[in-house]
Nanobody
Framework: QVQLVESGGGLVQTGGSLRLSCAAS????????MGWFRQAPGKEREFVAA????????DYVDSVKGRFTISRDSAKNTLYLQMNSLKPEDTAVYYC??????????????????WGQGTQVTVSS
């Protein structure tokens, strides 16, 4: 079965960097959109970034543009999220997801079929 396993979260100071990884297994992801979402306490799950596995096309929520970079390594079947210039408002549990969704619906959590367990990112002020 498909498994997505996130790693790389932790505690970092404002302005610091983290790189999240999502190891994917159980199938090939050609034709899939891979996404990163986050959920802060008391808030809804929020779209962060997405990438088309085959083409590498990317998109981001406005609040992380210029600071976060989504990428994938097809040989390792791994998705990444490089996060720079972190802010306290980036604090959340970060989830990776995979789905056979159209690019126009990539920001909707319900568009994704598979989810990881999440990794905590905490940015201290």
């Amino acid at each position: 079965q498909v498994q997505l396993v996130e790693s790389g979260g932790g505690l970092v100071q404002t302005g610091g960097s983290l790189r999240l990884s999502c190891a994917a297994s159980g199938r090939t992801f050609t034709g899939y959109v891979m996404g990163w979402f986050r959920q802060a306490p008391g808030k809804e799950r929020e779209f962060v970034a997405a990438i088309i596995w085959s083409s590498g096309r990317t998109d981001y929520v406005d609040s992380v543009k210029g600071r976060f970079t989504i990428s994938r390594d097809s040989a390792k079947n791994t998705l990444y999220l490089q996060m720079n210039s972190l802010k306290p408002e980036d604090t959340a549990v970060y989830y990776c997801a995979a789905g056979r969704t159209g690019w126009g619906t990539k920001s909707l959590a319900r568009s994704y079929d598979y989810w990881g367990q999440g990794t905590q990112v905490t940015v201290s002020s």
